[in-house]
């Protein structure tokens, strides 16, 4: 999909105030996207232990079983960008729409392992597609003076999503009296906990369509009359129509489609500024930040926690991950990019080194003892709460400030893919990783965060208060 057009200055101009509240509405309604990619996400923490008990699978089957969803996430990603731009924005969210639906009722009712490894697959695709289309169609129909503050809304759905399926999912065991396999409306827990999706997907498909369509698709489709209509909702009716339809157009016949070929370059292959999109990337995984989101609840049992605290557990570290997202949104742009990384790292490798110190001890009747206890709980949601306020945010600024005009979708494609790639190797691995030593998985982790705080002061230069065409 091409990125959003950076219009003139006379086409950077207020919403008024009439105006406004329909435009959140719209950012809103895309970011539905947003809530169900971390829904989705997240919402199979609930349903780990109930699925290798239910199809007495080991920990390699299993770890397989959760990461699968990722490959259908990078394939969603990567299409997801000319599929709008055949179709349309909305069309793509309707379609995405639908494959949140049914991948949430096929989950529900798999017939067998390989079946729910499929429908896994489908909700990935839907994930790929909400990660791209959302953030995009924002850009491109929020006033600029609302820009950033609109395209928020995409990471803040993300994260409230996250949060919600967890406590979905408490409330769900509860229900069916702690057992994940209990009994509930005709199914076991675990089901519902999957099929539960069904309903803020319907939302999204629903608000798809009392929203409307991205101006720049519009105008690229030869739709300029309905453009106006759509410009004129966002931005007012008093302003130049004809003149902020010659502005998209111009921006459009100018820019730069990157390839692939753009990247290559320097002594390794891709030139040295694409290295550091990807070695960005790659750290915001190997810290193992999707532990805590896809398998907490394994985790807090594997130590001797009760099933529903273990939930709870996993409910309360989603909304530290709240909180810290809201901090880096307040401060991103006022103490830079770069310091909150590296602030993010520090706090990232105590966190991790503290859980890794308390999983080194033996269990005490099933259980670690009550110092280490506290202590890993209290690290995780530290560890959690640093990664939220710097690096789930910070990157992704990064990667859309950081590459030269030239090259700069083709390089953030390949950062992106770089990091599903990254994601499904944690997400795969750690299972195995924990039957083997679960201290010494931490320490692997705490070392990756670690080595972020030197990558970061020798290889990342600050993009704060620059514009895009500066970077070289």
Same mark, same amino acid.
């Given at each position: ?142 006033? $600029? ?23 979905? *999912? ?54 300029? +009359? ?89 409910? +309360? ?35 991790? $080194? ?50 030269? *005009? ?16 990254? *994601? &499904? ?10 039957? &083997? *030593?679960?201290?010494? +998985? ?31």
């Amino acid at each position: 999909m091409t990125s959003a057009a950076q219009v003139p200055k006379s086409g950077a101009r207020q919403a008024h105030p009439e105006h406004l509240g329909h435009v959140i509405f719209i950012a809103a309604a895309a970011a539905m996207g947003g809530f169900l990619f971390g829904y989705d996400s997240a919402v199979i923490n609930g349903a780990v232990e109930a699925i290798r008990d239910r199809y007495d699978i080991g920990s390699a089957a299993l770890a397989q079983v959760i990461a699968i969803a990722l490959i259908g996430c990078a394939i969603g990603a990567a299409t997801a960008g000319r599929i709008a731009d055949r179709i349309g924005r909305i069309r793509c969210m309707q379609i995405a729409a639908i494959l949140f639906i049914v991948s949430a009722v096929g989950s529900a009712l798999p017939f067998a392992l390989y079946d729910l490894a499929f429908w896994r697959i489908v909700g990935g695709f839907a994930i790929g597609m909400a990660s791209v289309i959302g953030p995009a169609y924002i850009a491109e129909v929020a006033p $600029a003076a609302y820009r950033g503050r609109l395209g928020s809304f995409q990471q803040a759905a993300i994260v409230i999503g996250i949060a919600v399926s967890q406590l979905v *999912n408490w409330g769900i065991l509860n229900a069916a009296d702690g057992d994940q396999r209990g009994t509930l409306m005709g199914l076991e827990a675990w089901q519902v906990m999957l099929g539960v999706m069904v309903i803020p997907a319907v939302l999204y498909g629903l608000l798809s369509f009392a929203i409307p369509e991205s101006p720049r698709y519009l105008i690229s489709a030869g739709k300029e +009359t309905r453009a106006r209509e759509v410009l004129a909702e966002v931005e007012g009716k008093d302003i130049d129509l004809d003149a902020r339809v010659r502005e998209i157009e111009h921006a459009m016949k100018s820019e730069h489609k990157s390839t692939f070929r753009d990247l290559l370059g320097g002594s390794f292959f891709f030139k040295p500024i694409v290295w550091i999109g990807i070695g960005l990337s790659v750290f915001q995984q190997f810290v193992g930040i999707n532990v805590a989101f896809y398998y907490s609840s394994t985790l807090w049992q594997s130590v001797g926690v009760d099933p529903t605290e273990s939930f709870f557990y996993s409910f +309360t570290t989603s909304i530290i991950n709240i909180v810290g997202t809201v901090i880096a949104m307040i401060f991103v742009d006022r103490i830079g990019r770069r310091p909150l990384a590296l602030i993010g790292s520090v706090g990232m490798v105590l966190g991790l $080194a503290l859980e890794a110190w308390a999983f080194s001890f033996d269990l005490v009747d099933g259980k670690l003892p009550a110092t280490q206890g506290w202590v890993a709980l209290i690290a995780a949601h530290v560890f959690v709460l640093f990664f939220a306020l710097s690096w789930g945010v910070v990157v992704w600024v990064f990667l859309g400030e950081m590459f030269p *005009n030239k090259i700069r979708a083709a390089a953030l494609g390949v950062a992106a893919s770089a990091q599903w790639i990254a *994601n &499904w190797a944690i997400t795969a691995s750690f299972p195995s990783l924990a039957d &083997w *030593n679960l201290s010494l +998985t931490y320490v692997i982790y705490t070392v990756f965060a670690a080595l972020s705080i030197p990558f970061v002061l020798k290889f990342v230069t600050e993009t704060k208060g620059k514009a895009l065409e500066e970077m070289g």
